[in-house]
Nanobody, 125 residues
């Protein structure tokens, strides 16, 4: 397994941008598909974006398409989430996740093997 630590969250005005980072420890990072999820107060955790181990394929939830971009740097053991044109409804705790099965991330399976501790993103109107 890998250990995941998110960073980059904060407070931003609507229309602004943030870039989240998720640093992974362990020598098998490149074997894992990576994903971002978020959980707003009073709501269930939801899938945001995922990327395959090679970076060759990505998936996004409809509400962030065209605004968010997931990417990874296997040499740095890091996955990123670039968030542009942020909206108040993007406010949530954002979690990084890893699994060897890309589909598990996309369907937000309860079997996802690794989670980070989360980073708060707050978008003010």
């Amino acid at each position: 397994q890998v250990q995941l630590v998110e960073s980059g969250g904060g407070l931003v005005q609507a229309g602004g941008s943030l870039r989240l980072s998720c640093a992974a420890s362990g020598r098998t990072f490149s074997s894992y598909a990576m994903g971002w999820f978020r959980q707003a107060p009073g709501k269930e955790r939801e899938f945001v974006a995922a990327i395959t181990w090679s970076g060759g394929s990505t998936r996004y939830t409809d509400s962030v398409k065209g605004r968010f971009t997931i990417s990874r740097d296997n040499a740095k053991n890091t996955v990123y989430l670039q968030m542009n044109s942020l909206k108040p409804e993007d406010t949530a705790v954002y979690y990084c996740a890893a699994d060897t099965n890309f589909k598990y991330l996309v369907v937000a399976s309860t079997g996802i093997s690794c989670w980070g501790q989360g980073t708060q993103v707050t978008v003010s109107s």
